[in-house]
């Protein structure tokens, strides 16, 4: 449970808030600061932080290792090597469902040293008929405004706004993580605008990772049942051992292959995946938790002659029990089908399935639309 303020503390539902536009929102509540004589400066033409405009305040150690090195993998195919994937026909592939989410995370005020930064998320599945027609269901759509500054300064004036905004907004304070755990030299990082900022981005980060996550656990209990044959995919990691499930992690940040190993992965072809692997904890669990339990593969979706490394790879999570070469293939040869028509308008559309692409055109016309004439 993100920590919220306490006035109340539980974080009210989607549903409690309906989307309004930010710009008259905003407007709104300057006009209280102003009439109260609450000194806050404009920052709304900052940018989102997505674009990485003013979000560079901390900047991460590329020396440090991960909190458990060296990574521990079970090769369930034999050593990692590069496999051919047969592209599936159209209208072969078994995958009805996709899911994801968009956001933008945008500073509005500073008050003191302390940024005030909104975050608006947007999370939806796109379910496809037999024929191939896709929409978006209003069942599954929910959205979210956050607003995010520290909450424990014992400063007046943030605490009168965080009361401002309690009544149409959910209050986050980006210096507690992702267990509800105070983090350590609470008073120094308040009176830290870059690590606030940092701060603010991740936790807007996790947030709409939540409502992701969320979203999936609704579809596992309340529409997979319906049609179980149908796969469903996600965009990003998968959360835990969800069947008929499978997440694409495009930002490839944790490199769980080494030596030769890595070389075969950053070597893939166009139309190859690696054999694959589970991780495994550094305590000796074999078997893994429900996180570490899952199934692992890497694909090249394009060609990369003459790009990064890293051109169009994505990382395939599955449930546990994925585990056979058949069924590894038959899923990669979906993924490949699923690639067209592409998406070159999107920068990351090596990486993009079609239907997620579309998902998130429909999402941001959503945040289009909360944020239509911001800034002011």
């Known amino acids: 449970m993100m920590h919220t303020a306490a006035r109340p503390r539980s974080t009210p539902s989607e549903s409690t808030h309906p989307a309004v536009n930010l710009k008259t929102r905003v407007g709104q509540i300057q006009d209280i600061l102003d009439r109260e004589r ?5 920052m709304s033409r900052s940018g989102s932080l997505e ?5 560079g305040g901390v900047i991460e150690d590329p020396t440090q290792l991960p909190s458990i090195w ?5 090769r369930l195919e034999g050593p990692i090597v590069a496999r051919p994937v047969v592209q599936a026909d159209p209208g072969a592939s078994q995958f009805r469902y996709f899911l994801d989410g968009s956001q933008q995370t945008l500073p509005v005020w500073r008050i003191g040293l302390v940024p005030i930064v909104v975050g608006l998320s947007a999370v939806g599945i796109l379910e496809r008929d037999d024929a191939g027609a896709p929409w978006l269901s209003g069942e599954t759509f929910g959205s979210k405004q956050a ?7 014992g400063r007046p004036d943030l605490e009168r706004l965080a009361d401002i905004l309690s009544v149409t907004g959910d209050l986050h304070d980006p210096l507690y993580d992702r267990h509800d755990r105070r983090f350590e030299h609470y008073e120094y990082l308040a009176g830290h605008y870059g690590k606030l900022v940092y701060n603010a981005r991740d936790l807007a980060n996790r ?3 939540q409502q992701e996550s969320l979203l999936l656990s609704r579809w596992r209990s309340d529409i997979s049942p319906l049609a179980p044959d ?3 995919a996600v965009d990003g990691r998968l959360a835990g051992n969800v069947p008929n499930a499978v997440g694409l992690v495009k930002d490839l940040q944790t490199q769980h292959l080494v030596g030769h190993e890595a070389e075969t ?3 893939l072809p166009q139309g190859h995946r690696t054999t694959a692997f589970r991780y495994v904890s550094n305590a000796g669990d074999h078997a893994g938790t429900a996180t570490e339990g899952r199934t692992m593969w890497y694909m090249r979706l394009w060609d990369a002659s003459g790009m990064d490394a890293r051109h169009s790879l994505v990382r395939v999570e599955a449930a546990h029990e994925v585990a056979m070469t058949e069924q590894i293939d038959e899923i990669s040869g979906w993924l490949l089908a699923e690639r067209i028509p592409r998406a070159r308008n999107d920068p990351r559309w090596p990486t993009l399935l079609y239907p997620i692409h579309y998902l998130e055109l429909i999402l941001k016309r959503h945040l289009s639309s909360v944020t239509a004439g911001w800034p002011s």
């Open 265 to 267: 992965l950053f070597n």
């Open 51 to 55: 674009l990485g405009i003013g979000g």
């Open 38 to 42: 609450i000194g806050a400066n404009d």
């Open 70 to 74: 060296p990574l521990r993998i079970e």
């Open 147 to 153: 607003w995010i500054f520290p909450l424990e300064t």
């Open 207 to 209: 947030l709409r990772a």
């Open 230 to 232: 149908a796969w469903i």
